[in-house]
C-alpha cells in the first residue's frame, strides 16, 4: 500500500500525486501535480529580447519555431510569424495543418509571402517572381520589427490586435534561405537585427548553409542536423506531419 503521507506530516487527497515520490514532488515545478489548463489572458514576458537562428539540413526548424511561438501564445503574450519561400511541392495543399492551429490560437498571427515553387528549381516558377516576393518580404519584415519598437514591449498586448500594434515574439521563417539563395544580402539580416528593440524576442529560420555571419549577432544557434530522413527514399511530404 503506498504511504500518502508527505515529508510535512500532511496527506495527499489528490489522486494524481499519490504514487509521486516525494523526491519527485519536491524537485519537480508544481510539486509534480499535473497542471489544469487556463484561459489564456494577455500578459508581458519578462526576459524576452535575444536573437535565436535555427538551421541546418534537418527537418524540424520551422517546427521548433512555431513550437516556441504556440508556447509562448500560451503565456498570453503576442506572436507573429512572417514566412519566406514558404511555396513548396505540388504535393503540399496550400492549406496546411499549422495554420488552421495558429488561426485558432489567441495571440498567434501569420502571414506568408511564398507561392507555389522553390527558387532557382525548374518547377514551373519564376525565379523573377521569387525575387520580388523576398523583396517585398523585407520589407515587411523591417515594418514588423519597427512597429514593434514602437510598441510597450513591457506591457500586454491586445491579442486580437494586428502586427502592425506590436509583438513579443516575432519569427523570421525561411528567411536565411533567402540569404543562402542570393535573394537577400546577409547585410538585410544584420539590419534587422540592429532594429530589433530591446524586448523583442526574435528568431530567425532556413538555410542549409551555416549563417556565420550571425554567431556574434545571435544569442542562440541551432544547427538542426539531419541523419537520416525518409525523403532520401523518396518519401514526398506527408499530411499531418509536413505540412
Same mark, same amino acid.
Given at each position: ?7 510535512? &506530516? ?31 489572458? =494577455? $500578459? ?32 498570453? *503574450?503576442?506572436? /507573429? ?11 503540399? @495543399? ?11 490560437? =489567441? &495571440?498567434?498571427?501569420?502571414?506568408? %509571402?511564398?507561392? *507555389? ?26 515594418? %514588423? ?17 494586428? =502586427? ?12 536565411? *534561405? ?6 537577400? $544580402? ?23 548553409? @551555416?549563417?556565420?555571419?550571425? /554567431? ?12 537520416? /530522413? =525518409? ?11 509536413? *505540412?
Amino acid at each position: 500500500m503506498t504511504d500518502n503521507t508527505n515529508a510535512d &506530516g500532511s496527506k495527499d487527497t489528490d489522486s494524481t500525486t499519490n504514487t509521486t515520490p516525494e523526491s519527485v514532488r519536491t524537485n519537480t515545478p508544481g510539486r509534480g501535480i499535473r497542471p489544469d489548463a487556463r484561459t489564456i489572458e =494577455p $500578459d508581458a514576458p519578462d526576459e524576452f529580447g535575444l536573437v535565436q537562428v535555427w538551421w541546418g539540413d534537418g527537418k524540424g526548424k520551422t517546427t521548433a519555431a512555431m513550437g516556441m511561438g504556440f508556447r509562448a501564445a500560451g503565456h498570453g *503574450y503576442r506572436v /507573429h510569424m512572417l514566412q519566406f519561400l514558404k511555396g513548396g511541392a505540388d504535393s503540399v @495543399e496550400a492549406v496546411r495543418g499549422e495554420y488552421n492551429a495558429i488561426a485558432a490560437m =489567441p &495571440g498567434f498571427s501569420f502571414e506568408n %509571402l511564398g507561392h *507555389y515553387g522553390w527558387a532557382g528549381m525548374a518547377d514551373g516558377s519564376e525565379d523573377e517572381d521569387h525575387a520580388e516576393q523576398v523583396a517585398a518580404g523585407l520589407e515587411r519584415a523591417r515594418e %514588423l520589427v519597427d512597429a514593434a519598437a514602437d510598441a510597450d514591449l513591457t506591457s500586454p498586448l491586445d491579442l486580437d490586435g494586428t =502586427p502592425e500594434d506590436g509583438v513579443h515574439f516575432l519569427i523570421f521563417d525561411e528567411i536565411l *534561405y533567402a540569404v543562402a539563395m542570393g535573394l537577400l $544580402d546577409e547585410s538585410d539580416v544584420l539590419d534587422l537585427i540592429d532594429r530589433k528593440p530591446d524586448h523583442l524576442e526574435l528568431v530567425l529560420t532556413g538555410s542549409h548553409d @551555416e549563417p556565420t555571419y550571425l /554567431h556574434d549577432a545571435a544569442d542562440l544557434v541551432t544547427n538542426v542536423r539531419k541523419v537520416k /530522413h =525518409p525523403i532520401d527514399s523518396g518519401q514526398r511530404a506527408r499530411k499531418g506531419t509536413e *505540412y
